[in-house]
């Protein structure tokens, strides 16, 4: 029997993508996308998380749990900490396109990278990692960058002159570094120009959906 992948996003560019990798992992998945556009500029807006997106997420994550899902993943790290509030008022599993990632920063790094175009977004994933890493009790270093600007440029539809900027401060700053994490799923088109790092470049989608179907599995 297929399983029910009830999805929550914060943005229509990112769940074409999503689903592919959910499909070509899980191929009798059953795919429900709850798509919240507005919550990412309201989170941008605010600064970070406040209590009225806690209570918009919780809401979805009750709709998740009220269509019958059997499991819910939240594919946006903006919001990432208001899902943490959520998941605790349903029984149904809960899972971060980004907590695999952490685990594995936090594993085989301890000079840490992370990357990111939206601040709201930067900052919790690095906090996650910082978390992680607390919890399997390893002392590690972790550095922000964010590209100022590329965001705006790529909503506006340049999405080769945000590439180009994110991928000047990938390379003026990876050397100083032993893992290179990108913080949000439009940036793993950039995986390619960096095949030659020596570090390990780290991005949520695939070992994201890896968890997610490890998951379902148990």
Known sequence: MSKKIAVIHTSLTIFPS????ILRQIPDADIHNIIDVKILSDVMKNGGINEDIKKRMTMYVLACESMGADIILNACSSVGEAFDVAQSITTVPCLKIDQAMAEEAAEVGSNIAVYGTVGTTLEPSARLIERVAAEK???ITVTKYLIDGAFQILAEGDTETHNKMVLKKIMETKD???????????????????KDFTQPVLYSLVSGVTRLKECLEK
């Open 176 to 194: 100083d570094h032993d893992v290179i994490v990108l913080a949000q799923a439009s940036m793993a088109v950039l995986i390619p120009e960096m």
């Open 18 to 21: 999503m689903d592919k990798e």
């Open 137 to 139: 009790g390893k002392s």
